[in-house]
Every structure is written in structure tokens, then in C-alpha cells.
């Protein structure tokens, strides 16, 4: 791999979704290469997930529904890598794709998009999400309130929103920021623990492609990459995949690594919660370790009525 040249490469063939943030998040791979002497060229893809917004994703087998269509391409041949919102991978990848790069993490975070905060004090609050985890850790905290189903792009679930009698609807502030659509009426969502590698960014190639893993390492970030495979275990131990209410964060701090898990019930009244910390050089099996005090705690039997239900 050391004698690969890329000055001698084609230029490879960047697999996206076609919305735009997933192309500003190629876009975005395509310069850090190009910063490393490396050309490229995009490829929009459709995904199923974007094809089909009238039901919701839990409905549709979601894991892997926005990245199906990018493995697909790739293992063809089609293309020489493709870039995700890691959020959306599922924690095992098809046999032949690997991990290329996970890039600098950017917000973490969920806000509320709203019309008025009034309605947090009262019991008939009404927002909007496509997300389990989201819906679930929402009824926590807000009982008596309507969640109603939000499908779409970012734009479009912007324009539902204000199209709707709802009080508002909850996005990942990565994807808000990333395209500068950040209205003024928003309220971070501090007390809500993001989907596993939520705002982090995943480029992935095949294993039989050497010179594309070379020039993805360069593109690697340790913390970020350390980070989202600690929540990526803790969600695979968990066996949720995509669909069950599942968040998790994990955060570097000097030698430490700091990490808070949730699982809920679909209706948000049972909810089991970890939170702990080890010293960062024992993060290998840590994610792992935190889903299983939740098993043990009561998860496990939670686990197998959402396998039921989902």
C-alpha cells in the first residue's frame, strides 16, 4: 500500500444521496481529498428512504434504508466510495464495505424548531419527528403530548412544519447547520441523548480497494472515530439496529471517556439509563459494557417486546 501514488489514480467516483445536505456532506469529502492531492467526482444515488416519504421508516425495515442503494453501487463497481451520515449505517456493514474514514464530528445535538415555547407548559403540545428515539424520549418528558410522523429532506420537513397547526418538530443541528438553514425560533434540546454517531460523517469503501483506504486514512479523525464506534457497540449490543428508541453519546475529555446511553419504550413510560466513565485507553469493549447493565437492569425484556412490535 506504502508504493500506491495517487498522483497516478483516476479520479474516484464519490457515491451520495442526492438531497442536499447528504451532497454537501460529499462535497465536503470531495475537498478534504482534493486538499490531499486527490481528484474525485460525485455520483447521486436515490435511496429508498428518500423515494417513499408517506411512511414512517420504523415501518419500512429502516436499517440501512438510506445507504442499500450506495452498498449496492459499491460493490458493483459503480463507484469507488460512499459517504454517510453514520447515523443512518447500520453497525454491521455488508460483507467487503469497510470503514474508510469517520470525519471531525460536528454538533451532536437535537433542537426543537418551534412556533412559541408556550405550549411546553401546557398538555396540548403537538410536534412532529420521524425518529422512535426521538418520539420516545419527547413522551418522557412531555407525557400528554401529540407526536405526529415527519418525513422528508431537511427543506421539506422545514416546509411541513410550517404548513402544520404543530408546535414544532426536532432536527439533528448538524444537518441545520451544515446547509445554513438555522431559523431563529429554536431551542437546543440539551436533555435529549442523540442517536449513536449522530452528527459524524462515514466514508466507506471496499476492502479490495487499497489505494481508496489509503487516501480516506488521511481523512480519519481518532476522537470522532473512537467516539461514534463506542456508541456504534453499545447500539449493536443492544441489537436495536435502526428502529428501537436507542441514543448515545460518548465524549473525550484528556485521558477519559465519558458515555450516557438511554433505551425507552415506543410510548417513552419505561426508560433505562446508563451513564459512566473509563479511562480512555479501555474504550474497546466499553460500549458493549454499557448495554449491558441496561440488559441486565431490565433492557433485555424491553429488547424483545420492541423485536416483537418492530
Partial sequence: M???RFEDMQPLIIGTRDSELALWQAKTVQQKLKDNGIDSRLHPVKSSGDLNLDVPLYEMGITGIFTKSLDVALIKGDIDLAVHSMKDVPTQLPKTIVQGAVLKRANHRDLLVHKGLQFLESENGHIATGSLRRKAQWLNK???????????????????LEDSDWNGAIFAAAGLERI????????YLDWMIPAPAQGAMLAVTREDKPEVIKALAKLN????EICVNVERSF???LEGGCTAPIGALATIEEDKLHFE????SLDGKERFHVKKSTPLENHKDFGRYCAQVILREGGYKLMEELRRIL
Fill in 142 to 160: 412531555y407525557p400528554h403530548h401529540k407526536v405526529s410522523n415527519l418525513r422528508g429532506n431537511v427543506n421539506t420537513r422545514m416546509q411541513k
Fill in 261 to 264: 446511553g438511554v433505551l425507552l
Fill in 221 to 224: 479523525d481518532r476522537n470522532s
Fill in 235 to 237: 447500539l449493536r449490543t
Fill in 180 to 187: 445554513d438553514l438555522m431559523p431563529q425560533n429554536i431551542q
Fill in 2 to 4: 506504502n508504493s500506491i
